[in-house]
Each structure stands twice: as C-alpha cells, then as structure tokens.
C-alpha cells in the first residue's frame, strides 16, 4: 500500500465543507409528536439559503463526484441547511431564551444530527460529521456527545458561541465542566463557526443585519479568550477546540498578542516587576493567577484552525501559529471557498510552502484530529489529488471569482504587509 506522504499527489482533507438534508426530508427524523408541528413551520417556512437546494448537499453518490472533481479525498461536515424550527442556519441563530424555545430547537438539531449519521455512513471512510449542540442544557449535549461517540463517522461537535445579551453563562462558567470532561473522554473536538454569538441588533434599525455580518467573526473570537484565561485550557489539558471559516489568521496572532499583554496585567506573578504595569488587587483573580502557560502555548496544545477562509497575504501567519495547528479546507459548496478552483487556490496560496509543510496543512493535521485512516484514503489521493508538482507552480492569473484564495489585497492590507 502507498504511503500517503510518497505518492506525487497531495491528499486533501477538507477542514471545512457543508452538507445537509432538503428541511422536509428531517420529518423521517423526528419524533412523532413534533410531526404536526413540523408541518406547520414547514408550510410557513421561508429558506433564504439558495444553495442548501444543492443536491450535493444531501445525495451521497452526487457528493463523492463533486469531491472527485474538487481533487479532496475527504472533507469535515459542517450543516448547510434549515434544520426544523429555525428561520437561518443554526450557528447563525442565537443561543434559545426559554425552554420552550430550547425544547423545539434541540429537536430539530437532534433530527439534524441524525440525518448527518446516516449521509457520512454513505461514505464512512471519507466523511466526518459535526454534530451539532445547544449550550442550554448540558446533560443534554453530554447525553447527544455519548450517543454521537457509537457513530464513527462522527468526528467532533459544534456549539454556537454565546452572545453577550444571551441568557446563557459564558463558557468559562463552572456549569460547563461535564461538558469539556465529556469532550476530552470521547475524542471530540469541540468546534465554533463564524456567525454564532451575534448579539440581538436593535429593533427598529434597519442597519443591524448589515452590523450583524459585518461583525460576523468578532463574537466568535470571545470564546479564545473565555476559554483561556477563564481557565478551561488549564483545567482541561486535552481538550481541543477548533475555530473554522474565521476570515484569515492575522486575528488569532493579533488576539493571543492582547491577552498575553493584558494578562501581565492583571496577574499577581508580575505585580512586583518596576516595568510592567500591573492591576492585579483590582482586576486579579485565583483563576488567572493560576494560569500555568502564556495564551500562546495553551494555543499550541488546545487550539486549532480550520483555514478555509485564507488569502495569499495571510498565510504567511502560519509560520507562526505552526503547519500543526492549521487545516486546510475548500467551504464547498459556498463561493466564498475555493469550490471549482481547488488547485488553482492551492497553488495561488501554498506554491511557496515546503512540501512536508503543505502535507500537513492539506490532511496531516486534519486525520489527527479528525481520526482519518490514512493508510485506507491514500489510494483515493493517489488517484484524484492535486500533482505536487502543479501545486508548487505558482499560479500566473487568478481566475474571475469571489472566492477568498483569489482575494487581491487591499490598500490597507497591503500597508500592514510592509510593517
């Protein structure tokens, strides 16, 4: 069997890609008793998601052809569909207010989860599902986690960030500890996808859907910062979590550089130090004082990227996040990906990178985290991957499309570059 770091073709694991069923085919998943329900949010039902109607979205042997064509051996499902008893995508809505709200919701998630089971089964070896949760009600997320772990197609589990007027405790709240416990005893990356953790626009401006997407990425960005210096990553040395489709990696340098500075501030450790200046009676705590690494090494040891939003004048940032910690992905089927350019993105970004460095980045990173077989993919790759000659060619003309491996920089991007 080839080994698939020595065949002349990258094998490509997706980080990032989107599938889910037509919203009517979820009835067959849910309990009856929320049937005549379902009907009735069906009939008023208006989906304003165009290519969720995508039957890649949902025929498995249609999906295996688009993946052949893209040259991806094996992909990371994240949903693109209108699960029951939502009006937009679920990690675009916000976290529910009641239990009432929660009760409906989680049913039409779980009916979701269920479905996403049964497309990765079509294709086992090449697919890993995200299950996705709600932060309401936590046995509940540990009891789906525990169903979820007899599925091996399942790979990890997406929750939405919280938003700040949300009436749901942050994530470094105490009541989330089975949660994380969970996670790390089952294997499953925990997961946030730009958009959740939006806070309410306020009503009468006709402006907030606009300030929504504008800010989409900003609010997911708070769960780092809960989760390191609230102390999580400490308490739990081997959970992993996963930002994906977040625009670039200049944020996460940017980030772990503010919370390292502000951390020296805030911490007793450094209070005596004639050079630094230093809060900590004020702002200081147990938690923070007990925070045994810097926000960069619990990124080195927790944190990963699913890079699918990435741009020629970001990548260079890997060179500091590291090849171990970033996963490529192509966001099929949305055009903010690379979806029938892959290895003209590739090559657009990547040319310049080592070969063993791009092997990581394309499906190395991704098969640890994700528990891919790689002895068993590595005849697909051998088959259908990008050339690594090709890749390594620099690409002479983007071709006229909005995806983010072709974006051109801007004036000010450009400026920052050159500092």
């Known amino acids: 069997m080839a080994d698939w ?3 002349d073709r990258y094998m490509i694991l997706s980080s990032d890609a ?10 067959d998943y849910l309990p009856s008793e929320w049937h005549t329900e379902f009907d009735s949010w069906l009939a008023a039902m208006v989906n304003p998601w165009v290519d969720t109607n995508d039957a890649r979205n949902w025929d498995s042997s249609d999906r295996l052809a688009a993946m052949e064509g893209e040259g991806v051996t094996g992909e990371v499902l994240f949903p693109n569909t209108l ?5 937009i995508l679920a990690h675009l809505s916000g976290v529910p207010r009641d239990r009432a709200d929660f ?7 779980q009916a979701h989860n269920r479905w996403l089971v049964e497309f990765c089964n079509g294709a086992p070896t090449q697919r890993r599902g995200l299950i996705q949760l709600l932060p309401n009600d936590v046995d509940a997320a540990v009891a789906e986690m525990q169903w979820a772990r007899g599925h091996d197609a399942i790979g990890g589990v997406m929750l939405p960030a919280v938003a700040p007027n949300h009436p749901v405790e942050p994530y470094y709240h105490e009541r989330y500890e089975p949660l994380w416990s969970t996670a790390v005893e089952l294997g ?5 996808h730009q958009g959740s953790g939006s806070p309410d626009a306020s009503p009468g401006q006709d402006v907030g859907r606009a300030l929504t997407y504008v800010d989409l990425e900003l609010w997911t960005r708070l769960t780092m910062s809960h989760l390191i210096v609230g102390g999580v990553f400490e308490r739990h040395p081997d959970l992993k979590v996963v930002w994906t489709e977040m625009p670039g990696l200049r944020w996460v340098v940017e980030d772990l550089e503010r919370l390292t500075r502000q951390l020296r501030i805030v911490q007793s450790r450094f209070a005596d130090d004639p050079l630094q200046l230093n809060f900590s009676r004020v702002f200081g705590s147990a938690t923070t004082d007990g925070l045994s690494l810097t926000p960069l090494e619990y990124f080195q040891r927790n944190c990963y990227i699913g890079a699918s939003i990435l741009s020629p004048y970001d990548v260079h940032w890997i060179n500091v996040l590291g090849s171990d910690r970033i996963m490529w992905g192509h966001d099929f089927p949305h055009p903010e990906g690379s979806i029938g350019h892959t290895t003209d993105a590739l090559r657009a970004n990547f040319a310049g990178f080592g070969i063993d ?3 990581d980045l394309f499906a190395g990173t991704a098969a640890g985290v994700y528990h891919f077989d790689l002895d068993a993919l590595a005849p697909i790759a051998a088959r259908i991957g990008p050339p690594v000659e090709l890749v390594h060619t620099p690409l002479p003309e983007s071709p006229p499309v909005p995806g983010s491996p072709f974006w051109e920089a801007t004036e000010l991007t450009e400026v920052l570059n050159r500092i």
């Open 83 to 87: 699960p029951p008893f939502y009006d």
């Open 103 to 109: 009760t409906r919701r989680w049913a039409g998630l």
């Open 357 to 359: 460095e791009c092997r």
């Open 188 to 192: 499953f990356p925990i997961h946030q």
């Open 18 to 27: 989107h599938a889910g069923a037509l919203s009517v085919d979820y009835r």
């Open 5 to 7: 770091k020595a065949i």
